[in-house]
């Protein structure tokens, strides 16, 4: 699609889109957009190059010049947006082809442990600045170049429960483009029946790990686990931590003295190997119950870095560590681990995963009877409410219109949206507010809320900006975690934080694009005053909120993250699949499918059980008659 806007130059130029794209991202250059596709190739093959053979081409004059790409946007709320960068002037005075390479290699690495997977970029476009002509190829073939000798850990001998099989197959032919291939290429687990118990430790099909003092509070949830037919149990994080010297997956990379930031650091290389082990006996599902004060995490890097370089913003609680492993986090040997070029780290997961920040008992009992609810009988009996979606959108989201763009991949729900206005900076913003948006979610249930907001956590403090954030001089508005912890410049407000929601019986799930809502280090228990983050306050903090949050770490990356939110919203929505509603598997493939950002792979994350799936339908009540023989 074809669209002319103003820059902030005041320039006007053509905004190029495509459905289900993401978009070039040098810094200056013709922003086109980007196909981001997967291919099974055979076992420890690499992939060292991609070429394309043959293509058909259609071309097309345009009267404004395409839009040069610009600088990511965080959305935390102390950020100001980045200054426009104009068109780099050595291109568009050129009438060299833009791009110079229409194909290459984004990432390759192993799903399930054995299934070789590349990931590649194709621009199904080339532009001529000068004459301001557009090609556009219709088709495109194109060769991989494959050599024996890919650096990442296979695991090819590892067992699986048989009912579970099916759902690994379902992902790898969605993640891929030739399925034709998988039977050839792809190395089959060992199927079981039930998970051996013969080492120190035990293993189960769902493992949660978490601190003794915690094992009381999951009773309901296991039995109500074991109902539907899964094998799972609890493991202590101080068995593991006696058991385990450290991450030695890869002998000579080994992750054992660790540079401490964070109580529980030293046991995070000794947890990934645990889970390491109950995925090769069988394990598929793992909930990590904790902050830091009682579970590690693992700081993943988001740039190649040295000791100079390091910051905060750039080294994020990544999850997805305790999740994949095939990468070797620590390639380069140094004390940062997981940097996209130094080292070798995997974004196909072997395991889905979810972690709970809770710090007492009541916690987990809070956010077990919302799982509880929203699985079995959510809304007692009302189900309407489930496939309805809230979404908030403010500031250069609005601008973006990011909103609009997710619900296209959102088309079993209901939509409901609220704006700063008719623009997203209005000369005087009125709202929303926070107090107006607890109003709405008390006086209507929705079944999935979205925010597209800056956001934070920090100081005392955690939640959104709904309006105004360094965008006019006017009052700032916000959502809180907590009804007595407010933003310093946001205005004071009543009844404007989570722990005013009423919907008891009707909890649901926020998918949220804003930054830092979920840290780990900044909770109820560590470094933030006694005071909850956003993610933290909606699953555990009472009976109202919700059963699952999916949010962010550190910061978010505009537009990176909308585009991530359409491709989550396809995977739930697709007719044709049955296991990619489950909250851990949609989270996680979302991040590898038709989507690569190194950045959000580590910092967005699930905040409840991977196991729960989503409601897209409404249900409906049928009966069953059992008779004993």
Excluded at 204 to 213: C, L
Excluded at 234 to 254: M, R, T
Excluded at 357 to 376: A, F, G, L, P, R
Excluded at 475 to 491: G, H, I, M, N, T
């Amino acid at each position: 699609m074809l669209a002319s806007k103003q820059g902030e130059d005041r320039n006007v130029y053509t905004h190029l889109s495509m459905y289900g794209s993401m978009f070039t991202d040098e810094i200056g250059s013709p922003k086109l957009p980007v196909y981001v596709l997967n291919f099974i190739v055979p076992p420890e093959a690499k992939v060292v190059s991609a070429t394309i053979t043959n293509m058909t081409t259609e071309s097309y004059p345009l009267e404004y010049p395409i839009f040069p790409a610009q600088e990511p946007a965080s959305c935390g709320l102390d950020c100001d947006p980045p200054a426009f960068v104009s068109p780099n002037s050595t291109i568009y005075s050129s009438n060299a082809p833009w791009p110079q390479e229409n194909i290459n290699i984004e990432h390759q690495g192993y799903f399930d442990g054995a299934n070789n997977i590349v990931q590649i970029k194709i621009v199904p476009f080339q532009y001529l600045p000068l004459s301001n002509e557009l090609t556009f190829y219709t088709s495109v073939t194109f060769e991989l170049l494959i050599e024996q000798g890919f650096d990442n850990g296979i695991i090819s001998q590892r067992k699986r429960i048989a009912k579970n099989q099916p759902m690994y197959e379902e992902v790898l032919s969605k993640l891929v483009r030739n399925p034709e291939d998988i039977l050839q290429y792809s190395t089959q687990p060992t199927i079981i029946e039930q998970i051996a118990q013969n080492g120190s430790l035990p293993y189960y099909e769902y493992v949660i790990i978490t601190k003794p003092d915690f094992f009381p509070a999951f009773d309901d949830f296991i039995e109500w686990k074991k109902q539907k037919g899964i094998d799972i149990g609890l493991v202590s994080i101080d068995d593991i931590a006696n058991q385990y010297n450290g991450d030695e997956i890869f002998p000579g990379f080994k992750i054992i003295n660790e540079p401490y930031w964070s109580p529980n650091q030293a046991n995070a290389g000794k947890l990934r190997h645990y889970l390491h082990d109950a995925y090769i006996e069988g394990a598929n599902w793992v909930l990590l119950a904790g902050d830091v004060t009682v579970l590690p995490a693992r700081l993943g890097t988001s740039v190649n870095t040295n000791a100079d370089t390091i910051n905060w913003k750039i080294t994020l609680e990544a999850d997805n560590y305790f999740a994949d492993f095939t990468g070797n986090w620590n390639f380069d040997g140094d004390d940062y681990f997981g940097e996209p070029n130094h080292d070798i780290p995997d974004y196909f997961q072997e395991v889905f995963l979810g972690r709970l920040i809770c710090s007492s008992q009541e916690d987990i009992t809070n956010w077990v009877t919302k799982v509880i609810k929203y699985e079995q009988n959510p809304g007692n009996g009302d189900f309407s409410y489930l496939t309805k979606t809230f979404m908030t959108q403010a500031d250069n989201f609005q601008d973006d219109q990011q909103a609009q763009e997710v619900i296209k991949h959102l088309p079993g729900f209901t939509h409901e949206i609220w704006e700063e206005g008719d623009s997203y900076s209005p000369p005087n913003t009125v709202g929303p507010k926070g107090a107006d948006i607890i109003a709405e979610l008390n006086r209507t249930n929705y079944g999935l809320m979205a925010t597209f907001n800056h956001g934070g956590s920090g100081g005392g403090n955690s939640g959104i900006a709904t309006a105004n954030l360094n965008i006019t001089s006017g009052p700032q508005y916000k959502l809180d975690a907590e009804e007595d912890r407010d933003w310093p410049s946001a205005v004071h407000e009543e009844n404007d934080g989570l722990d005013n929601l009423l919907n008891y019986d009707h909890p649901f799930i926020i998918y949220s694009l804003s930054c830092v809502q979920n840290p780990y280090h900044l909770t109820k228990a560590i470094g933030n005053d006694s005071a909850r983050n956003f993610g933290e306050s909606f699953t555990v903090n009472s009976l109202s909120g919700g059963a699952a949050f999916l949010g962010t770490t550190r910061e978010a990356l505009v537009p990176y993250t909308y585009q991530m939110f359409s491709s989550f919203g396809d995977l739930i929505s697709d007719p044709g699949m049955y296991y990619t509603t489950h909250l851990g598997i949609a989270e996680a493939t979302s991040k590898i499918w038709g989507f690569y950002n190194h950045y959000l792979a580590y910092s967005h994350t699930l905040i409840g059980c991977p196991e729960t799936r989503i409601w897209t339908e409404t249900p409906v009540y049928f009966q069953a008659e059992v008779s004993k023989t």
